[in-house]
């Protein structure tokens, strides 16, 4: 695939990200940065949503991961949906109750600062690592089909981007993600549909034939439940995947940012219940994406890398034996998914770092919280990128394990943190708190590394969460008293 026609595809889509960006966040204020005023029609909100969870890392992730893991990603799936319906039920009615611009909020309300800033710091470790994780795999991506055939470096690459970022972000903050959030849900959703098809075409096949060749394929077993210390154990998977959704979906800031937008309690449900549902959807066509995308390579001699899979959808979509629309869309989908990511991950630390770490509208007037607001929103930009380098340095293997897996180690401590809150009404020694919130993690990565040796084979997956989360409650309760503020 030429570089001039990737450059083409990108420009044109960036004039129209940032044309969007720039109509939507007009006249956008402090509330209209933080919460988007919360004027966003609930649908408008739940096509946000649902390309707010579906990543460039989803797009390029969950197709390659048919060749090592089959379809037992879609048994997460099925327990993100019954997460996303006890965020609806259970957080939602409580934020708006509580008219918060950040969620961590609650817990100042429900303890002190110091609980609420060492939340507010576990989301911003957590959002700047898992943001620029995905932010690293859009430039991995394109270093080797843009970058590198016009002598350009890596940190060159990784700069541009972040400054674009940046740049349509700067000024709407969610008032401008809602829209753009709907921009890119159409193009991913479009561009999904449309390799499919074109894939379909290529091969010659019926729709028929297209769902025997899944249905037979051996790459297409969905449920695992014969060995308890495999990975991809049903169980396993299904219920880490409600607490993974709970905590990296219903107390993140980012994803929060999006249904708090929405005018009230009951409209912000109706959007995370029809979220959960075509997200759902969503990752079986990916998954049956892979299948056809891997046969398609079987067939035609394309030599797949070894070593990762996440570079199976890049490689065999821009390989000069696939049809030219296919890496069009490709790197629609990509820039699409990614660029709206890292631009909502970015004003979600903006806000959780200027409300609940400096003080916010509590601290600062109007003019001095706008003043204040840009100035981290810079800052942040310039962490992403750093970071960015920095993976760059270290190397890369499967980027959606490695996100599940941070967000295992780094929201398990606030899941534990809320469910102590909201379980019982003891108050802690929030001096202690930091302590706990590194403990846990510490502990847990100790356990992770020596699971299979401690417990007869075991492996330890994404229920690494529920540990986390557990040990947490746990140092709470022992820092906790009976009285409470």
Not at 30 to 50: E, T
Not at 170 to 189: H, N, Y
Not at 233 to 251: D, E, H, N, R, S
Not at 360 to 365: I, L, N, P, Q, V
């Amino acid at each position: 695939m030429k570089p001039s026609i990737i450059i083409i595809t990108i420009a044109v889509y960036v004039a129209l990200l940032v044309v969007v960006a720039r109509l939507a966040g007009r006249g956008a204020d402090n509330s209209g940065f933080f919460v988007g005023a919360r004027r966003s029609k609930w649908w408008m909100a739940m096509i946000a949503m649902v390309g707010g969870a579906m990543s460039g890392v989803t797009f390029v992730s969950v197709p390659g991961m048919v060749v090592s893991e089959g379809f037992s990603y879609m048994q997460m799936a099925l327990g993100f949906v019954v997460g996303y319906f006890i965020i609806g039920f259970v957080l939602v009615p409580l934020f708006y109750r509580m008219g918060l611009y950040s969620i961590y909020g609650y817990l100042e309300e429900r303890f002190d600062a110091g609980v609420c800033r060492t939340g507010a710091g576990l989301f911003f470790v957590s959002k700047l690592l898992g943001a620029s994780v995905r932010l690293f795999l859009i430039c991995a991506v394109l270093q080797p089909l843009l970058y590198d055939p016009l002598g350009v470096p890596f940190v060159v690459n990784c700069t541009a981007t972040v400054l674009l970022v940046w740049g349509y972000t700067f000024s709407g903050g969610v008032k401008s993600l809602i829209a753009t959030d709907v921009l890119r849900t159409g193009c991913l959703v479009g561009s999904i549909i449309g390799a499919m098809w074109v894939v379909t075409v290529a091969e010659d096949l019926s729709f028929g034939e297209m769902v025997r060749t899944v249905r037979d394929s051996e790459l297409s077993q969905m449920f695992f439940t014969d060995d308890v210390r495999d990975d991809r154990y049903f169980p396993k998977q299904f219920f880490a995947a409600i607490f993974l959704v709970i905590a990296m979906t219903g107390l993140d800031q980012e994803m929060m940012q999006r249904t708090l937008s929405c005018r009230n309690a009951r409209e912000s449900q109706k959007n995370m219940m029809s979220a959960s549902i075509i997200q759902a959807v969503i990752i079986f066509v990916l998954l049956v994406l892979g299948v056809l995308l891997y046969t398609f390579a079987e067939r035609r001699g394309i030599a797949l890398p070894a070593d990762s899979t996440d570079a199976m959808f890049p490689t065999v979509a821009t390989s000069s034996e696939m049809p030219l629309a296919v890496g069009i869309l490709f790197v629609l989908g990509l820039v699409a998914s990614t660029y709206s990511a890292a631009g909502s991950a970015m004003t979600a630390l903006t806000t959780s770092f200027t409300v609940d770490i400096l003080g916010g509208a509590k601290r600062y007037d109007e003019h001095t919280l706008t003043r204040v607001r840009k100035r981290v929103h810079i800052c942040m930009a310039v962490a992403m990128a750093a970071v960015v380098y920095a993976l760059h340095l270290l190397g890369n293997g499967s980027v959606i394990d490695a996100v599940y897996t941070l967000g295992s180690y780094t929201y398990g401590p606030i899941l534990g943190l809320f469910c102590f809150g909201l379980a019982t009404r003891r108050s802690v020694r929030s001096a202690g708190v930091p302590v706990v919130a590194m403990a846990a993690p510490l502990i847990c990565f100790i356990v992770q590394h020596h699971s299979e040796q401690w417990f007869d084979g075991y492996r330890m997956g994404y229920e690494l969460l529920l540990l986390n989360a557990l040990l947490t409650l746990l140092g709470m309760w022992l820092l906790s008293k009976p009285q409470c503020k």
